[in-house]
């Protein structure tokens, strides 16, 4: 029954505009979300303050297949990230989080461990799933496959914007280092190695505002469902 349900990936390096696209469109199909990157962020977070060291495996593990996650689409929470019934959309968005979750990701069963979490995200009528490894990994039977990029710097410049628009400090090239550091971990690891899937459709995002990409990704929705 699964492999029936309507599946729209959106995959993409950080600042590409995943998560924004992935948001309106789910929005606009009345379909549930699926922020994987989020679920890493979210065990990130929760590891961190388990004061929990990346070496040990088989806590992560625990941790990670007892998290309790929503991503709430319609409401007065639609659009924020619960992890057990707490609002945490702005803990997980720091610095050490992401740090970490980019490194949670190149753990083989971290992934694993984490992989039926987000197949269990499809559910009727539909699932928007935004991520890394959504159309080549979680995903691949997914009959609409986006995967968005866009320059390091502009993707950069998001997310100094992002982070001074809620009163956080940031060094615009500090921040393109980092980004340009998790790419290269990203593109390199063994595991699930962050790349566009060989029929998904590619779209720079960098010269593009969020209407026209929403707006070229349900032209494909359209198109194949």
Do not use: C
């Not at 309507?6 to 390096?13: E, H, S």
């Not at 297949?65 to 057990?84: C, H, N, Q, W, Y």
């Not at 970490?100 to 990701?105: G, K, Q, V």
């Not at 400090?169 to 290269?184: G, H, I, K, M, S």
């Amino acid at each position: 029954m699964s492999a029936r349900i309507g599946v729209v990936t959106i995959d993409g390096p950080g600042g590409a505009g995943k998560g924004t696209i992935a948001r309106e469109l789910a929005g606009r199909l009345g379909w549930h979300l699926l922020d994987s990157g989020a679920i890493y962020r979210l065990l990130a977070l929760a590891s961190l303050r388990a004061d929990i060291g990346l070496g040990e495996v088989d806590r992560l593990v625990a941790v990670a297949e007892a998290l309790d996650i929503r991503f709430p689409t319609d409401g007065p929470a639609a659009g924020e990230v619960i992890l057990d019934g707490v609002v945490v959309s702005d803990a997980i968005r720091d610095e050490a989080s992401g740090e970490r979750a980019s490194r949670l990701a190149a753990v083989p069963v971290v992934r694993q461990a984490l992989l039926e979490r987000q197949r269990a995200f499809r559910r009727p009528p539909g699932l928007v799933a935004d991520g890394r490894d959504m159309g080549t990994v979680v995903f691949p039977d997914a009959p609409v496959k986006i995967f968005l990029t866009a320059s390091a710097e502009e993707r950069a410049r998001r997310r100094h914007k992002q982070l001074m628009g809620q009163g956080v400090a940031a060094n615009l090239a500090d921040l393109l280092q980092e980004l340009r550091a998790r790419d290269e971990r990203d593109t390199q690891r063994s595991v699930a190695p962050l790349r566009p899937a060989e029929d998904a459709v590619t779209i720079d995002t960098t010269d593009l505002s969020v209407e026209a990409v929403v707006s070229a990704v349900m032209e494909r929705v359209e198109a194949r469902l």
